[in-house]
């Protein structure tokens, strides 16, 4: 049953429903503004995974300004049903399209996948994982825009895997392999999804089907799909390298990241036109007026073109128009000379080429800038530290790259595994989602307030009871690494409160004057609050020492 309203929106037409909840074409009440509503029943809130999963794809989507991206214009509850509402696109999902026309022209699948391409990476460069790229949540508008939907089981900053069944999430026919054996997901699973999705636009069909969705991700895994230019012969070869390359089984053999892609896309269309303006040049239509004795061999009446090629009337063309010049300087006949004049042309095409050419920085530059991103305070600039810098090293020179770059994005782990993870409107309770991770924020907090002691504490607990525990490896060291921080000695010198110092020389002086009961009271108090802070060391033992002596 359609609903008349939902929040300040009221319904005006179903527009599609699928696990997650129904969608709804609805208009604001007050401002006008025509909305797709998505909400989830209140039969699937008490499910468990639900309420989360929409929460997760609200905070995605909030994060997000792209033109290639749905945008979100507001979240929250109507009663016992959670619901937002983002921009309505008016047009259909690829998938649609391609059940209409089965295959599109490779030129045209160029052009979306491009799009796609920046969809991702604004998606990726704010931290986000789609993990469900495929036809259906792309959305083509009557204006030939592509925009990216559903952010429903995307991965967010790092955190865990999120399931509703305890099953994979994904859909089968596109879906990488890595995600299909249950491993951690990465941008470059979203660029084998987008490979799927190029090769189904080109060929009408997917690399791979079968009976069953765990069929298909076994032979996502082990087998072969057949080469795009097999099934489409007219297909270009540097558009079936790519797509070969974004269906790579090794993550490592894919592209860096998205962006590169959309590059590697756009070359590809200057190459073909570039191969295309060379290969179809022709003969112009009046080239018999150069010479009126070649007329006849050219246009006999009643004859069609026959005898010498193109090539042999261009030259017989270029040497009667020569022998009418009346011998001019040697320079001038040289570049006048069609095929002088036509390297000269080939000549600049090449020099504009490598000029505009995509130049990326040397490897140390690279590796110097993303520590300078790091210098900064955390936020966005870490992350493009690891995606544009420190990823693509170690992805180019693993051996060279790995160890150097390791405690860099170690410290940008930390700091998305530890930041304060957005909340679905109206506020709900940010509970950790494992106890490891709450412990770790917990420490992090104390940290942060200065008890040094009692983050030591916890952290150093934490790392002994997670060693070998393989599910929380990515918390083990996190922990490690807050605790390498607060076990700096400097850190611990810069630290030093002269409250401490204060306190005990009035102590001091207590016991001197005779008041020696609330002297002990003091260094007791000092000696409880103080004693697992490395930075007050010093206080602690001149406590001990002082209670000692009387």
């Known amino acids: 049953m359609t609903p008349s309203r939902i929040g300040p929106y009221v319904i005006l037409d179903k527009i599609g429903s699928g696990g997650m909840g129904s969608v709804y074409l609805g208009k604001h009440a007050e401002t006008g503004q025509v909305a797709a509503v998505k909400m989830l029943p209140a039969s699937l809130a008490h499910e468990e995974g639900f309420v989360e999963r929409f929460a997760r794809e609200v905070d995605a989507m909030r994060k997000l300004d792209n033109p290639h991206i749905v945008r979100l214009f507001d979240s929250g509850m109507d009663g016992d049903i959670y619901y937002y509402s983002m921009e309505y696109v008016a047009g259909e999902t690829l998938m649609t399209r391609l059940r209409r026309d089965r295959r599109l022209p490779w030129q045209t699948a160029v052009e979306y996948a491009i799009q796609i391409c920046r969809a991702l990476k604004a998606a990726h460069d704010a931290g986000i994982i789609h993990r469900d790229l495929k036809p259906s949540n792309l959305l083509i508008g009557n204006d030939g825009i592509v925009k990216l939907t559903d952010f429903g089981v995307a991965q967010v900053f790092a955190s865990g895997r999120l399931t509703v069944t305890g099953g994979i999430i994904g859909t089968a026919e596109f879906m990488s392999p890595e995600q299909g054996e249950g491993k951690r997901v990465t941008r470059q699973s979203d660029l084998y999804s987008l490979g799927a999705v190029l090769y189904v636009m080109v060929t009408g069909q997917p690399p791979f089907a079968g009976t069953t969705a765990i069929d298909v991700i076994r032979k996502h895994r082990y087998n072969q ?12 070869g540097w558009l079936e390298e790519i797509i070969c390359q974004l269906l790579e089984k090794d993550p490592e053999k894919r592209f860096p990241n998205a962006f590169v892609v959309q590059r590697r896309l756009e070359q590809l269309v200057r190459k073909v036109e570039l191969s295309q303006s060379e290969d179809g040049d022709e003969i112009d239509g009046n080239e018999n007026q150069a010479d009126p004795s070649l007329a006849p061999t050219l ?34 006949s040289l570049f006048n000379h069609t095929l002088v004049q ?14 505009f050419r995509p130049r990326t920085p040397a490897p140390e530059a690279q590796f110097a800038a993303g520590v300078a991103l790091l210098e900064q305070p955390p936020g966005s600039g870490w992350l493009r530290a690891r995606d544009e810098y420190f990823e693509p090293l170690v992805n180019a020179d693993p051996e060279q790259w790995q160890d150097r770059v390791a405690p860099y994005l170690t410290k940008i782990e930390t700091y998305e595994l530890t930041r304060t993870r957005p909340q679905l409107k109206p506020p709900a309770k940010d509970a950790p989602k494992s106890e490891p991770e709450r412990l770790l924020k917990l420490a992090v907090h104390c940290q942060q307030i200065g008890d040094t002691g009692r983050a030591t504490q916890i952290l150093t607990a934490l790392r002994e009871i997670l060693a070998g525990d393989a599910e929380h490896v990515k918390v083990y060291d996190a922990a490690g690494q807050v605790l390498e921080e607060l076990r700096d000695p400097q850190r611990d010198a810069n630290r030093r409160d002269p409250f401490l110092d204060a306190t005990l020389d009035r102590a001091d002086k207590l016991a001197a004057s005779g008041q020696k009961e609330e002297a002990c009271r003091i260094w007791q108090g000092m000696i409880a609050l103080y004693a697992t802070d490395p930075a007050a060391a010093a206080a602690v033992e001149r406590a001990r020492a002082a209670l000692k002596a009387e």
């Open 225 to 236: 799909f057949d080469r795009p230019r097999l099934i489409v012969t007219d297909l270009p």
């Open 299 to 332: 246009l006999a009446p009643g004859k069609h073109a026959s005898g010498p090629g193109p090539a042999t009337l261009m030259k017989e063309l270029v040497k009667a128009e020569l022998r009418a010049l009346d011998q001019p300087h040697w320079l001038s």
């Open 342 to 355: 036509v390297a000269l042309l080939l000549l600049v095409i090449a020099g504009g080429v490598w000029w």
